[in-house]
T-cell receptor, first 116, second 113 residues
Framework: GAGVSQSPSNKVTEKGKDVELRCDPI?????LYWYRQRLGQGLEFLIY????????KSGLPSDRFSAERTGESVSTLTIQRTQQEDSAVYLC??????????????FGPGTRLTVL | AQTVTQSQPEMSVQEAETVTLSCTYD???????LFWYKQPPSRQMILVIR??????QNATENRFSVNFQKAAKSFSLKISDSQLGDAAMYFC??????????FGAGTRLTVKP
């Protein structure tokens, strides 16, 4: 496909369960970003990958959150022992490079996570 | 840390009229990028326009233009000839040297027919 894809589009889980969210970036994009968007709020930066390394993990809200990326492709965001406060839309974006002057981020449609 | 402020939670405009959405930011960096993104109900974030801080000329994309005031740290979006399809949440964003993006809280734009 031409754009960033994310799966699942919706996820309902019970408090305490682990969840995995997947992001497929645009082919050839080396940089990948995860954001969280709580209802009615702006985007909150979580983590950024350049290739499969994550130079900036400063936005991860707790040690229950982790992310991996395989090469310059798929990334998974894992939330362990989910809490109700984790309920949000999780958005993924990719960009061609991490160079400051070239990288426009293209966003996926997001995964809506609901923790009961 | 850089912060982005959108002081208008909601705005409305009559179809075919012009509306301006406000955005201010705080930074100590001299080189950075600013963006406006549109988020319709589908949740897809769509890039509307971007501005490089080192360029004095305001960016323009068809009906969308910005008023970039670097000294005032202001970056407003003007939508001319508003259309029903422009109705969405609009987010202002800042990208600096460390490559993360900081977003404002958003402005919900309603377009009245």
């Amino acid at each position: 496909g031409a754009g960033v894809s994310q799966s699942p589009s919706n996820k309902v889980t019970e408090k305490g369960k682990d969840v995995e969210l997947r992001c497929d970036p645009i082919s050839g994009h080396t940089a990948l970003y995860w954001y969280r968007q709580r209802l009615g709020q702006g985007l909150e930066f979580l983590i950024y990958f350049q290739g499969n390394s994550a130079p900036d993990k400063s936005g991860l809200p707790s040690d229950r959150f982790s992310a991996e990326r395989t090469g310059e492709s798929v990334s998974t965001l894992t939330i362990q022992r989910t809490q109700q406060e984790d309920s949000a839309v999780y958005l993924c974006a990719s960009s061609l490079t991490s160079g400051r002057w070239t990288d426009t981020q293209y966003f996926g449609p997001g995964t809506r996570l609901t923790v009961l | 840390a850089q912060t982005v402020t959108q002081s208008q939670p909601e705005m409305s405009v009559q179809e075919a009229e012009t509306v301006t959405l406000s955005c201010t930011y705080d930074t100590s960096e001299s080189d950075y990028y600013l963006f406006w993104y549109k988020q319709p109900p589908s949740r897809q974030m769509i890039l509307v326009i971007r501005q490089e801080a080192y360029k004095q000329q305001n960016a323009t994309e068809n009906r969308f233009s910005v008023n970039f005031q670097k000294a005032a740290k202001s970056f407003s979006l003007k939508i001319s000839d508003s259309q029903l399809g422009d109705a969405a949440m609009y987010f202002c964003a800042y990208r600096g040297n460390n490559n993360d993006m900081r977003f404002g809280a958003g402005t919900r734009l309603t377009v009245k027919p």
